[in-house]
């Protein structure tokens, strides 16, 4: 059965960074992209990229290009969201997704990790 | 455009049937999906590719397009269909995703 489970909660202060993991199970892990999805509170989801765990390759959604690093470590099945210079904005649950519909491992979402900043 | 726009809010009695749409340039020539998703939870995909249902979603959920338009239509709307509800397809190059703003269902 195909799981990901997420770190915890952070409470970060402008300006500072966030590094959320994200461990993937049931499935072969470096052979489907792994995508980040956030979601402000009370607002809508939002695709943040993905990431090729085999190859590194990224794609970035165009407002996340530059403060967003996405990254994967093949030998423990887990992909890495680092945000930096986090503002207010970026208070959100993130999201860790294998959005593969209709094939192998399928639309698997992790549980989320509340991110928020505030001073 | 990279853009899909879902109404904000839709409500629908008991029972009956509702379409939540959702409009952009790309849906053209991608197919959409669609989650629902309740308070505190991940999103949970109802339809991909159009029309097809993952396994244990049931078959009172079905999609459609037309033009740019897509479509989640609700047959028999239950108590626990209230819930938010979002499309989300790809751009043209194929690499980006989005999602629509979402659709808050009530069932009166």
């Known amino acids: 059965q195909v799981h990901l489970v997420q770190s915890g909660a952070e409470v970060k202060k402008p300006g500072a960074s966030v590094k959320v993991s994200c461990k993937a199970s049931?499935?072969?892990?470096?052979?489907?992209?792994m995508h980040w999805v956030r979601q402000a509170p009370g607002q809508g989801l939002e695709w943040m990229g993905r990431?090729?765990?085999?190859?590194?390759?990224?794609y970035f959604g165009q407002k996340f290009q530059g403060r967003v690093t996405m990254t994967t470590d093949t030998s423990i099945n887990t992909a890495y969201l680092e945000l930096t210079r986090l503002q207010s904005d970026d208070t959100a649950v993130y999201y860790c997704?294998?959005?593969?519909?209709?094939?192998?491992?399928?639309?698997?979402w992790g549980q989320g990790t509340l991110v928020t900043v505030s001073s | 455009s990279s853009e899909l726009t879902q109404d904000p809010a839709v409500s629908v009695a008991l029972g009956q049937t509702v379409r939540i749409t959702c409009q952009g340039d790309?849906?053209?020539?991608?197919?959409a999906s669609w989650y629902q998703q309740k308070p505190g939870q991940a999103p949970v995909l109802l339809i991909y590719?159009?029309?097809n249902r993952p396994s244990g979603i049931p078959d009172r959920f079905s999609g459609s397009t037309s033009g740019d338009t897509a479509f989640l239509t609700i047959a028999g709307a239950r108590a626990e269909d209230e819930a938010d509800y979002y499309c989300?397809?790809?751009?043209?190059?194929?690499?980006?995703?989005?999602f629509g703003g979402g659709t808050k269902l009530t069932v009166l």
């Open positions: 990431i090729n765990p085999s190859s590194g390759n990224i």
């Open positions: 049931g499935y072969s892990f470096s052979s489907y992209y």
């Open positions: 989300r397809s790809r751009d043209s190059s194929g690499n980006h995703l989005m």
């Open positions: 790309s849906l053209r020539t991608t197919y």
């Open positions: 590719t159009q029309n």
């Open positions: 997704a294998t959005l593969t519909a209709g094939v192998y491992p399928g639309d698997e």
